[in-house]
């Protein structure tokens, strides 16, 4: 099982960009698939989750209104799209699944991605 994800880079603050989970091993279709983010020296914290059917909670109330989470079944896929981007939005960004349910913990997912550097700055 892999989780692929992309699509990190450096934006100016007020830009946008859109996050690729890609999965390969194992079916996203009814998974929920939590994004997370993580500063250096600081615990990671979850950001949006997306459940089997597409539901979808936040745990970071900084961005309510800014960020979205989608899945393409077909792609196997979820995406995380991140508009009006901050500097206070500068992070890895991982992905992970969980097989039931949605959770803000960190411990609860299964498997995770690489990280994808998301850096705002002008």
């Known amino acids: 099982v892999q989780l692929q994800a992309s699509g990190g880079g450096l934006v100016q603050p007020g830009g946008s960009l859109r996050l690729s989970c890609a999965a390969s091993?194992?079916?996203?279709?009814?998974?929920?698939i939590g994004w997370f983010r993580q500063i250096p020296g600081t615990e990671r914290e979850g950001v949006l989750c997306?459940?089997?059917?597409?539901?979808?909670?936040y745990y970071d109330d900084t961005v309510k209104g800014r960020f979205t989470i989608s899945r393409d079944n077909a792609k196997n896929t979820v995406y995380l799209q991140m508009n009006s981007l901050k500097p206070e939005d500068t992070a890895v960004y991982y992905c992970?699944?969980?097989?039931?349910?949605?959770?803000?913990?960190?411990?609860?997912?299964?498997?995770w991605g690489q990280g994808t550097q998301v850096t705002v700055s002008s």
């Open positions: 997306i459940n089997g059917t597409n539901d979808h909670w």
């Open positions: 992970a699944n969980q097989p039931y349910f949605c959770s803000g913990d960190r411990i609860a997912y299964q498997y």
């Open positions: 091993g194992i079916t996203l279709d009814y998974q929920s």
